[in-house]
């Protein structure tokens, strides 16, 4: 009996080191250790110093690329080949750190682009959970794909397709990484490799939730069984049920909030157009040009953010002409920007980690999709849950000013204002019966947590 320890359950957590993979698993380790579970974050030593949340744990592993990460390696094949062999070699490491501890890891919760960290916790005989960042909807593309149920390329004439529980989807609607599939051969090859060993998943996790995509996820079940557990934001914009929750805890970049907010607070009600097109999407000068003299010809506030690496990009004398309806800032908090009662429009590439924050806090959406599933994620914005509308590119693939302007107008002063308003508003407090207690997420986030204060440490110490 001397012998004995009291064992916690404890949960490490891989993403895919780039800020819209690692905000949502980080979110999820928040919500696992608001319920008693013991969760460390296992990120690349570029990315480690970027994460501070509270309750969760911080531990380096390596992707072979610890200076500079992605941007050390040479292409996207290489970056992967090297995270699988550096990343499963220093993940089983720190798998046996903690194997004598008081408390070991039960399961490992993995980003699905790393399909890799499954076969790592099988050979040290814990559970494995795949996290997919993505929509079921998107997801369910993939799979179907992977499954041999879909075949590339897709063919104009068998269009629109067609899928269990999904509306029906035009060229337009899809991935460009199907649309192109000879234009994206290692990103289409990572996006299938998610399904690799995905029978072999103890557990199937979706950043979504029941009430958006319930019918979907109905759909493709026989190919991934998965438990919808988002949205993954900050407890305080949605349940409050976690302490001081109101950021997600990792940023890659030095938000600008103060000067933002402060520059808000000058400003009506629902006046403001908030633009921003996440951390990875490049836009054309051409396309930025575009957009700027949208912006300033709708005559509405706005608040854009450009990296500092594309201010080149604006046209000459845009920043001075726009002072007093612009604010132009490199980066920001953008939920406590969507949160703020100023903001009456979110202009957004539709990347899902933006799309679901856009639901989550209830503010009408402007999609202008660039690349991968931003464009599926656009047509749910407009047809499907009715928050807004998808500006329509011309033959040269641009969302020209007339575009922007028609588009803003819709949303912040058209005749279905008000039913875009109201539909926000109905999602936004069906995000936040999802995650609050009883809800469709947190009822499968306690089974999971459950499952593992059951079985878990029963599986280690049998």
């Known amino acids: 009996m001397g012998h004995e320890k009291k064992h916690v359950c404890h949960v490490v957590m891989l993403p895919y080191p780039s800020q819209g993979h690692i905000n949502p698993l980080l979110q999820f380790a928040k919500r696992l250790a ?10 690349t030593l570029y990315t480690v110093k970027s994460i501070s949340a509270a309750n969760v744990g911080v531990e380096p592993i390596s992707d072979g690329f610890d200076h500079g990460g992605f941007a050390e390696a040479k292409n996207e094949e290489m970056f992967l080949k090297s ?30 682009f790393l399909p890799w960290a499954l076969d790592v916790a099988k050979q040290h005989s814990i559970y494995g959970a795949a ?3 993505n929509s079921a909807t998107v997801t369910g593309i993939f799979s179907h794909i992977h499954s041999g149920q879909l075949s590339l390329p897709f063919k104009l004439e068998n269009l629109p397709l067609l899928i269990p529980g999904l509306p029906p989807l035009n ?12 234009g994206y051969p290692y990103y289409l090859a990572m996006k299938l490799g998610q ?6 998943a103890d557990w199937v996790f979706a950043n979504t939730f029941e009430e958006i995509e ?48 402060t520059w808000l607070e000058t400003k009506p009600p629902k006046s403001v157009m908030y633009v921003s097109f996440g951390s990875m999407v490049s836009l054309t000068e051409e396309q930025i040009e575009e957009i700027a003299w949208g912006l300033k010809e709708s005559g509405f506030y706005f608040l854009w953010v450009v990296k500092d690496s594309e201010l080149h990009k604006l046209p000459h004398g ?3 002409s726009a002072k007093g309806k612009g604010l132009i800032v490199g980066w920001c908090n953008q939920l406590e920007i969507l949160a703020h009662e100023a903001v009456g429009c979110f202009v957004t590439h539709c990347g899902w980690n933006s799309t679901i924050e856009g639901l989550s806090l209830g503010v009408p959406m402007v999609g202008v999709p660039q690349w991968a599933d931003q464009f599926t994620d656009a047509k749910f914005v407009e047809e499907i849950w009715e928050v807004g509308v998808r500006a329509k590119e011309d033959e040269k693939g641009i969302v020209r000013k007339e575009e922007v302007v028609a588009c803003l107008k819709k949303v912040m002063e058209g005749e279905r204002t008000r039913e875009i308003n109201n539909n926000s508003s109905k999602w936004r407090n069906k995000a936040k019966e999802a995650i609050s207690e009883g809800g469709s997420s947190d009822k499968c986030i306690n089974e999971f947590v459950e499952f593992l204060m059951s079985f878990g440490c029963k599986k280690l110490y049998a």
């Not at 060229?171 to 000879?182: A, R, T, V």
């Not at 399904?195 to 072999?200: Q, R």
């Not at 026989?222 to 349940?239: E, N, T």
Request: net charge negative; charged share 25%; with cysteine.
């Open 34 to 43: 608001s319920k008693g579970v013991k969760a460390t974050m296992a990120t």
């Open 83 to 112: 995270f699988k062999s550096n990343g499963s070699r220093t993940l089983s490491q720190l798998l046996q750190k903690y194997r004598h501890s008081d408390s070991p890891v039960n399961c490992v919760v993995y980003d699905s």
């Open 131 to 133: 996290f997919f960042t």
């Open 171 to 182: 060229l337009d609607d899809l991935p460009s990484f199907l649309k192109f599939p000879e």
């Open 195 to 200: 399904f690799s060993n995905l029978e072999m």
């Open 214 to 261: 319930g019918e979907v996820a109905k759909g493709i079940w026989d190919l991934w069984p998965g438990k919808l557990i988002g949205p993954m934001v900050p407890s305080a914009y949605l349940d409050g049920r976690i302490k001081d929750d109101q950021g997600y805890g990792a940023s890659l970049w030095k938000p600008l909030s103060e000067e933002c907010i």
């Open 318 to 320: 845009f920043i001075d």
